[in-house]
């Protein structure tokens, strides 16, 4: 079985600051990790993901993850906030050596960054 | 042109109706999902298609009932609507083959069903 957990049901920062969201994961074997992320009344968006290589993943907007597997993490991180960041992000996983290719995703984190 | 498109955005309608939300995908995947997204927002995988055929089948009510009359659609019928079907319902796409590398899901922007 697969799982994804973000601990964190909300997250607020000032607007330039760092920040971070948190995901850990449980997955037999070497994971695929992914962050998407969910604007009012949309679909989720692709963001950025791990599959293999270098631990630290850049991706959309300024975002970047970073592959931890000893921690099993994948915090999703950007040195500085925007407004328009504001958000639901989703921490996502699945494991390559199955059929399946629908994702596991965690409950999910708002983020809140105040001007 | 919208890459996934779920229609109606909205539905409004009465415990023990039946009612259907279809989807739509102009990207040429051969994979579709639906996913169910409480009000707590969680979400959760239903149903996958590839290429028509049914290959994830989660535990789903049997009143929910999936129907993908080609690769570019993936509707999803409803049966005896209870008010626990309340919630967000979106499709999903992606392409089978195309390596992990290059693995994403384009997510339609969701059709919010209520049961009265």
């Known amino acids: 079985a697969q799982s994804v957990a973000q601990p964190e049901d909300q997250v607020n920062v000032a607007e330039g600051n760092p920040l971070t969201v948190k995901c850990t994961y449980s997955?037999?074997?070497?994971?695929?990790l992914f962050w998407y992320v969910q604007y009012p009344n949309r679909g989720l968006q692709f963001l950025l993901k791990?599959?293999?290589?270098?631990?630290l993943v850049k991706g959309s907007y300024g975002f970047e993850a970073e592959f931890n597997k000893s921690q099993t993490s994948f915090h999703l991180k950007k040195p500085s906030a925007l407004v328009s960041d504001s958000a639901l992000y989703f921490c996502?996983?699945?494991?390559?050596?199955?059929?399946?290719?629908?994702?596991?995703f965690g409950s999910g984190t708002r983020l809140q960054v105040q001007p | 042109d919208t890459a996934v498109s779920q229609t109606p955005k909205y539905l409004v309608t009465q415990m023990g109706n039946d009612k259907s939300i279809k989807c739509e995908q102009n990207?040429?995947?051969?994979?579709m999902y639906w996913y169910k997204q409480d009000s707590k927002k969680f979400l959760k995988i239903m149903f996958s298609?590839?290429?028509?055929?049914?290959?994830i089948n989660e535990t789903v009510p049997n009143r929910f009932s999936p129907k993908s009359p080609d690769k570019a659609h993936l509707n999803l019928h409803i049966n005896s609507l209870e008010l626990g079907d309340s919630a967000v319902y979106f499709c999903?796409?992606?392409?089978?083959?195309?390596?992990?590398?290059?693995?994403?899901?384009?997510f339609g922007s969701g059709t919010q069903l209520s049961v009265l």
């Open positions: 999903a796409s992606s392409r089978a083959n195309q390596g992990p590398t290059n693995e994403k899901l384009f």
């Open positions: 997955v037999s074997g070497n994971p695929y």
């Open positions: 791990y599959i293999t290589g270098d631990n």
């Open positions: 996502a996983v699945r494991a390559p050596d199955t059929g399946r290719r629908a994702l596991t």
């Open positions: 990207l040429g995947h051969d994979t």
């Open positions: 298609y590839n290429n028509k055929e049914l290959i």
